[in-house]
């Protein structure tokens, strides 16, 4: 098969809808005014901030275009709804209810909480990464104020039972935070069906542009605006707005909705039939995170091959064009492995070989099919390569995904040769 | 819909290292095991949990073959491949003032938080050459 | 004249430079990564953000790259400058000295911190909005950890001693933040030059695009990330790159360097027509802010029309095409005049009049005498639908800017009829 | 360079008011003063500063005619004209229960920011009002 370009890393960020970027062009150029100003430059930007709203309202069901607040990404959402809402409500309690595999946006922000005067549980997750609603339960305490949690996780693609979730915060009368950022454009979403008082969500990962996020937040979830200024988005976010952004995210949201089912069904069939490929053709690789199907978001696949490790699989991946992520350590800055990794208690030396396919709308069977002729090929030359394969064959070390009795575990082999464990 | 395939226009290419650091990442020099080895070292990074093994041919005093098989990231990779080329033909006292700074340089510089991987094979090297020295006086020990 | 659309709004925003544009087009389709990639698609973004961060380091000759944090906005880098200053060095003492006429960006984010533990000396203007470096001398005790002025003011259009200050700031040993945005673009800024440790500046202010902002801080002055999240802009700010943004703010900053002589020759021209245009036309206008010249920026009138109020004046010239802002109280969402109205103690009755409008690169001649002849029309009408106008030319009540000695103030007046006085 | 004149999309106007509102803004009604008028009421609104003068012509206890003057934006000019619109022809009795509510809805709504400017119409008329009763009944003070 010819070399051909394969973006596999769609859940880090798409393209703009070539719909949305015309949408966006002329709040460039000629609609280029402040919506806060009176004369008819900023008049007709607000009418267009208006329909985009309209758009993202409808896209989430939300109550009334009031409880939508324009920020400038999904990180900024995750800091305002947890932040905020901590702010503007910690004369009821003081304590957070948070999984321990939210996004690092999610889990910094609630971080930054305990040392102003917050606590927090962590809810663990089972081995495909589900949170309980038990948990969650057995987690809240009488000065719990919130519950944050995700539609999808970003990482291993884990649905999680949001909707459950959030009877039991309904019963005892607290508000519950939903990053739904992994899931918009590759779910419906339903926030009064789900419960939420709080959801976010970044266009950019939906053929929207960057630079802009919403954050929902009905009248029961008030939130202390955390950058000051004048008085736009209601007062609750200051700042000239991203108009071009907030447009192209209306259009974007729109097509999203219209276009759901299809998105969903090309990339489930994809999605099932790269791992189908990839299963029969690489010995040692391990699904992280629950099998297609219900309990997995549509577009995405996280997998460990073993004896190997994940930049290297990335950088060949890309030298044949097709572009991935990974949660290894030695492609973080920090050189951490994902702490999602961790809370499913990977093994280490699976947590070192990661790599995250996430599918998109444009990928092709073709695309596919390049991939599962071209991954096992580079699998078989890293391992070539690795001091593990052959002392796995040799029986020194054993398989984590296969064991075969032999030799002691990888992990134990890295602390002897590190004088520190690995892990 | 555009297809996909004109989506990177193909003009450049844009590599996460330099130029040197991709081709010996891309096309290892001296991947390997020897049959017998005369010295072999295999170290491991705490911080990021990379692998490294160097193996020697000793001969005379000299270094006359090295291999290296790595488990690690690109620049981990290319930095055993490097390592090896340079130590290839050096006395066994040359090769013990190794520095892993040979390797950056040879390597046209790596990013900071890449320096370690280079540190390894410095490592894996002096590993190799103290397991030699061993096996020659095994009396001494 | 026939009518014609001519936007004197360019302090509020401005459409973004067609060269800008089409730069950034290409991080909308095909170069979509997120810089964080280690796939061509993220590498190729990160050479591109490279480039338009060197642009901006030359823009304000900079010490390097890494000197500079992207935020959201002018808003989000006044709040960074400032809370995010004040939380790294707040051991070192919690007093800040402020100007009085500063944005509510700034003004915000210091009164916050005022209630979390700091203390604020607002320092005053004189009539035309001048800061007196004494005053911020005598205002600094041995808690001030930071000085914060502007370079030029975004209502009013004075030019501030910020070099002077700068030199107060170096001998006391404390930092000095300066809000650049409405100088941007329009004067050079060079923050070695200044002495300036931090400064701000959104580049939609000059034709670069909205959703974007530029915080300069040098080593000297560490800040604390108030956006928390992944390790983006090296830890000091969270969230995905505004990428498209980022490379259109680049080309705008290198620009509007190649082009600030002539940017500005051409509408320090217009400003000085529009001047004496409309001086020599309507009686009973005053400038707020210095006049044309070496205490005024380029691009910036400020004026009060006595007798009538700014937002009929506002929509009327819009109606006519013309697009113009004004920091009466009618046309704020508070319904309170302009804080810089009030601290250089300008009558309320001429705050409630007042009209500003600011000149850009694509004003042309025609449009300016298109307002010459159009605002006195203007205020000619309004003055005749205006009951304090025959007041005045009955001896009523008196002029503030002409005072003739007969009838009391206008003032006194509004108190008078509304019971509360009007201030 | 691109001419400003091409700028702006001429196809729809875009106003801070809704249509009503822009054309009593634009096209006052009964703006001015009388020569000589039987009641005259002027008020201030400390909110935001505005004035509104309201002049009446009274006979046979009806409002035979009505005039404002308004210092104020274009949602207190709109309100002026048009709560001198809805009062003419009324009884002294009828005017004097007439309310602000009148002239939002006769303007088909305003700004919830502006709806001061309604009551302020309201004051003006009933200070004419009162202005004119005070006239008629010198006595009684
Ligand atoms: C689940 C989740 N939440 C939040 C974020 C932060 O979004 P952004 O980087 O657009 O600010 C991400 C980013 O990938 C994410 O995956
Ligand atoms: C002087 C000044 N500082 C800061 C700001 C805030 O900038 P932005 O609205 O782009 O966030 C403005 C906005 O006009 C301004 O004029």
């Not at chain 1, 966006?24 to 000629?30: I, K, N, Q």
């Not at chain 1, 739904?180 to 454009?185: E, K, Q, T, V």
Request: charged fraction near 25%; hydrophobic fraction near 40%; aromatic fraction near 6%.
């Amino acid at each position: 098969m010819d070399k051909r370009f394969v973006y596999l890393d769609h859940q880090t960020t798409t393209p703009v809808l070539e719909e949305a970027l015309q949408a966006m062009l002329p709040y460039f150029r000629e609609v280029y005014g402040s919506p806060s100003s009176l004369h008819r430059y900023g008049l007709q930007v607000r009418e267009g901030l208006k329909e985009a709203r309209q758009k993202i309202v409808a896209m989430i069901n939300a109550e009334s275009e009031e409880d939508l607040i324009f920020t400038s990404g999904g990180t900024e959402s995750a800091n305002l709804a947890i932040k905020g809402f901590a702010d503007a409500n910690h004369r009821k309690g003081n304590h957070i209810v948070v999984s321990a595999i939210e996004h690092p946006s999610v889990m910094n922000s609630v971080e930054y909480l305990t040392k102003h005067g917050f606590e927090a549980t962590n809810v663990p997750v089972d081995p495909i990464g589900r949170i309980n609603p038990d948990d969650v339960r057995a987690a809240i305490t009488d000065k719990t104020i919130l519950v944050c949690v995700h539609l999808a996780n970003h990482d291993i693609g884990t649905l999680q039972p949001v909707k459950e979730i959030g009877k039991i915060t309904a019963e005892k009368g607290i508000a519950l935070y939903a990053d739904a950022l992994a899931a918009a454009g590759w779910m419906p979403i339903d926030v009064r069906d789900l419960g939420v008082q709080l959801l976010s969500f970044s266009p950019h990962h939906f053929y929207g542009p960057k630079g802009i996020g919403v954050l929902y937040r009905n009248r029961k979830a008030r939130v202390t605006s955390h950058i000051h200024g004048g008085v736009q988005e209601g007062g609750r976010r200051a700042g000239t707005e991203n108009v071009p952004a907030i447009i192209g995210a209306g259009v974007a949201a729109e097509i999203a909705v219209c276009d759901l089912a299809r998105r969903v069904e090309h990339v489930s069939m994809l999605q099932k039939r790269l791992y189908d490929g990839l299963w029969k053709n690489i010995e040692y690789i391990k699904l992280n995170g629950p099998p297609p199907g219900p309990l997995r978001i549509c577009n995405t696949l996280n997998l460990s091959t073993e004896f190997i490790e994940g930049e290297g699989q990335l950088l060949l991946l890309d030298h044949q064009g097709i572009a991935v992520a990974s949660g290894s350590s030695c492609v973080s800055k920090s050189l951490k492995v994902s702490h999602v990794l961790s809370a499913i208690q990977l093994d280490h030396a699976l947590a070192q070989g990661n790599i995250i396919m996430s599918l998109g709308k444009d990928n092709t069977v073709e695309d596919i099919d390049y991939v599962i002729e071209t991954f096992p090929r580079i699998v078989h030359r890293l391992r070539d390569m690795s001091p593990m394969w052959k002392e796995f064959e040799e029986g020194a070390i054993d398989s984590v995904i296969n064991p075969t009795g032999r030799g002691k575990s990888f992990t134990q082999h890295a602390a002897d040769i590190s004088g520190k464990p690995a892990h | 819909m555009v297809s996909q395939e004109t989506h990177m226009k193909e003009t450049k290419e844009y590599t996460l290292y330099n130029e040197t650091v991709m081709d010996h990442f891309l096309n290892p020099r001296n991947m390997g095991d020897f049959q017998e080895a005369d010295g072999v070292g295999e170290v491991g990074a705490a911080a990021c949990g990379d692998i490294m093994k160097i193996s020697l041919k000793i001969r005379d005093g000299k270094i006359e073959d090295a291999r290296f098989k790595t488990f690690g990231c690109g620049s981990a990779i290319a930095s055993s491949s490097m390592a090896t080329e340079l130590i290839k033909g050096r006395t066994l006292e040359e090769a013990k003032s190794f520095s892993n700074q040979e390797v950056v340089d040879a390597l046209g510089g790596l990013p900071p938080v890449k320096i370690h991987c280079s540190v390894l094979a410095e490592e894996a090297l002096k590993a190799a050459i103290e397991d030699y020295e061993a096996k020659q006086s095994p009396k001494v020990a």
